[in-house]
């Protein structure tokens, strides 16, 4: 989220008395110096939970769309917070008609109207938390829907929350201009398609492009779907593929950035199968990329340089977080930022609140001058 949206969503919070102002400050702090997007830093200070942060912000989109007023949602987002339900379910307690907004959120539509398969709806839902993006940004920047299909989905989404559309019409509307638009859609969207950007990654040729997109096309799959499957692509670098892929769609990233972070994050040595109890700092920033033996040569210099230092010494000044974010930021002054987000994501890390895939994904990011707390 930018510091605009991410004020929008904590003022709203204050002002419905969910939030205070003392947390808002904390949670835009947090999100500031690591990177993380707004509500994922709610739900990191354990302010909100996962669930409830998804009806308030069904919540929100329901207010913004004009729906409901704002005295009614105020109601509905705190039932929501204090008893742990579902927005719809606030609004009926509260005596108002929800209008559908039960099972009418965008990604269960396109899957009932069959235009997205459920592995495809769970593939885009995970990159969509990651990046704190709506959902309809990454479905649009899908080479498998077209950018029309996710807007007419939206308008009748919005339709059927006012009550001018009943569900299963909706869901039919969607279902019959996915059929029109199916021949258009190999006609690409006017953006970079997931192949194309792999490409310029270096990360596959334009021969294994070409062949993964025939196999996945004739087993009916995502082509990310399918690269992860034949483990051509870790899952780790797809989910930054595809976040990559619709930050370009909307402007907030350039082709050659997004390559350096989807090779940063391909560098990426890490096993599903490790035990990370144990990592360093030291080691995250080694994984992450940005600790390379150049710059630990440098530190370790520094560190040569005080005759005070003992071998033991040495060795705890590089395995301590404390010392070792002090010594980078003594020898890397330009990377103080850069440095800053690196601990707190370890910490985060530490604290189990991120896991360490999700924090290195993150300081990718951040590494490559994107912060994704600046881009929904």
Avoid: W
């Avoid at 949670?27 to 354990?46: N, R």
Wanted: net charge negative.
């Amino acid at each position: 989220m930018s510091t605009q949206s991410a004020s929008r969503l904590g003022n709203l919070l204050q002002e419905f008395g969910v939030l205070s102002p003392e947390s808002c400050s904390k949670t835009e702090e947090l999100s500031t110096f690591s990177g993380l997007p707004f509500g994922k830093c709610l739900i990191l200070l354990d302010l909100i939970s996962d669930d409830d942060l998804k009806e308030v912000l069904d919540g929100q989109s329901l207010l913004r769309e004009g729906i409901f007023t704002k005295p009614v949602v105020a109601q509905a987002i705190r039932e929501v917070c204090k008893e742990h339900i579902s927005i719809s379910e606030a609004l009926g307690k509260l005596g108002e008609k929800s209008k559908a907004t039960k099972r009418t959120r965008l990604g269960e539509l396109l899957n009932d109207a069959q235009a997205i398969s459920p592995k495809q709806l769970e593939v885009a839902l995970k990159v969509a938390d990651f990046a704190s993006l709506p959902l309809g940004h990454i479905l649009t920047s899908f080479d498998t829907l077209e950018p029309a299909l996710v807007d007419q989905a939206i308008e009748i989404q919005r339709k059927i929350r006012k009550g001018e559309l009943e569900r299963g019409a909706g869901v039919e509307l969607i279902r019959q201009t996915n059929q029109d638009l199916s021949s258009k859609i190999s006609a690409g969207s006017g953006h970079f398609a997931l192949g194309e950007i792999l490409r310029f990654a270096k990360l596959l040729t334009s021969q294994q492009i070409d062949e993964a997109v025939a196999a996945a096309s004739a087993k009916k799959q995502l082509l990310g779907e399918y690269l992860v499957e034949m483990q051509l692509v870790s899952d780790e670098t797809m989910t930054a593929a595809l976040c990559v892929q619709s930050l370009i769609a909307s402007h907030l990233l350039s082709i050659d950035s997004g390559c350096e972070v989807i090779g940063s994050v391909a560098r990426f040595k890490t096993s599903t199968a490790q035990d990370f109890d144990g990592i360093t700092f030291q080691d995250f920033l080694k994984i992450s990329g940005y600790l390379t033996n150049s710059k630990l040569r440098v530190v370790m210099t520094k560190l040569s340089s005080d005759p005070s230092q003992t071998f033991d010494a040495f060795k705890q000044s590089l395995q301590d977080t404390s010392k070792l974010r002090e010594l980078l930021t003594e020898c890397f002054a330009d990377d103080v930022s850069l440095i800053n987000a690196g601990a707190v994501l370890f910490q985060l890390v530490q604290l189990k609140k991120l896991n360490l895939n999700q924090a290195l994904l993150t300081f990718a990011f951040r590494k490559n001058g994107v912060s994704l707390a600046t881009v929904a």
